[in-house]
């Protein structure tokens, strides 16, 4: 229950999900997280089962018990570990119906390991007790299909979306560029993720370089949970340190972007980016590499950039593009609300999934 992508919008979906109709519970596998207390506030019961790992033979004895004690009509799993466990468990217990949603795509795209192999065999001969499987892009369809042999016909493609009211620049008030102690005149660029290999910050570090040796008045922000200690360490070999902030793990998300200037996704792979769809839903201008679902979401040059992985020297030139011309800063912004408004939208998404939590619901 970390503040991850998949996580974040989960809570999201429970906090807007018609509570007439539908009772959801949370049960994370392994130990609680900064999200725990958000669900429970929101009237989410939450259950933590601490498995010790995927051979926990004693918590799987415990999950189904529990499964069959709360006679749970669904079971709808996310992310890898969740997938195989609720599957196991869910058609060892009876559930009714199971879903799937599959969020990451470098699971999915690793080189082909003994251990890689072990992992598609296992999502494929488990995913036959799903009555549907969700996609949140139709490049993690495409590659799930490739990678594990799954049926096309069996995955449902289903975009993650953004609470447009939560994140309205119009609603949102912000000091996060006074708390940094900059100045309303200075230009605040940033990226919200796991600090980790896959979010691969140190381009945008790398490409701080490249705008700071054109001008002085732009700044660096990174928010997200991880050690920041090797980021901090490049920033300083380039000289940047001075310009580029570390927030660590931070809740007042639409405070942040708020604030921002411009928005960078540099990661290596994406399913759907949740920061990237919120950033625009507050009429950010965007730039985001050009992998997994990010080309579906920025679908032509209108409501953002698209660039190549790895390559800090573009990022910086598209950039110091953006900032050069503020009327396209605003454009940009105000078409990137839009493309979210017309199918990004949270409460698109949670009618598909009321939608097809219905169709297994024997009345």
Not at 166 to 190: A, C, I, M, T, W
Not at 258 to 268: N, P
Not at 315 to 336: F, Q, V, W
Request: charged residues 25%; glycine residues 8%.
């Amino acid at each position: 229950m970390a503040a991850g992508g998949a996580e974040v919008f989960l809570l999201s979906m429970l906090r807007n999900l018609n509570r007439r109709e539908f009772s959801p519970e949370v049960l994370g596998i392994y130990g609680g997280g900064t999200l725990q207390k958000e669900f429970e506030d929101i009237g989410v019961r939450t259950h933590l089962m601490h498995f010790r790992g995927l051979g926990d033979f004693s918590s799987y004895v415990a999950l189904c018990k529990l499964i069959q004690a709360r006679r749970y009509d669904i079971i709808h799993t996310k992310l890898f570990h969740a997938d195989l466990v609720g599957r196991v468990c869910g058609k060892l217990s009876g559930t009714p119906a199971i879903f799937s949603t599959i969020e990451n795509l470098h699971e999915w795209t690793k080189e082909y390991t003994l251990r890689q192999r072990l992992k598609e065999w296992a999502c494929r001969s488990t995913a036959k007790v799903n009555h549907r499987i969700i996609a949140v892009s139709e490049m993690v369809r495409d590659t799930l299909v490739q990678r594990t042999g799954i049926t096309p016909g069996s995955i449902e493609v289903i975009y993650n979306g953004v609470d447009l009211d939560r994140y309205d620049p119009r609603k949102v008030h912000s000091n996060v560029k006074q708390e940094l102690g900059l100045s309303n005149k200075d230009y605040l660029v940033g990226i919200i993720g796991a600090l980790n290999h896959n979010k691969n910050q140190k381009t945008l570090i790398e490409a701080a370089r490249h705008v700071l040796a054109k001008r002085r008045d732009v700044h660096f922000v990174m928010v997200g949970r991880g050690d920041p200690h090797d980021l901090r360490q490049l920033s300083q070999e380039l000289g940047v340190a001075s310009k580029v902030h570390f927030l660590g793990v931070r809740r007042d998300v639409p405070q942040i972007l708020k604030s921002l200037d411009i928005y960078v996704v540099t990661s290596l792979s994406e399913g759907v980016s949740i920061s990237l769809l919120e950033a625009m839903a507050m009429k950010k201008p965007v730039i985001a590499t050009q992998v997994g679902g990010n080309p579906e979401v920025i679908s032509s040059d209108d409501v953002g950039i698209l660039v190549f992985p790895n390559r800090p020297d573009i990022l910086a030139t598209e950039i110091l593009s953006l900032l050069a011309e503020p009327e396209r800063l605003l454009r940009l912004g105000e078409d990137a609300r839009k493309r979210v408004m017309e199918v990004f939208n949270l409460d698109l998404a949670i009618a598909r999934y009321e939608r097809l939590y219905r169709s297994v619901i024997v009345s």
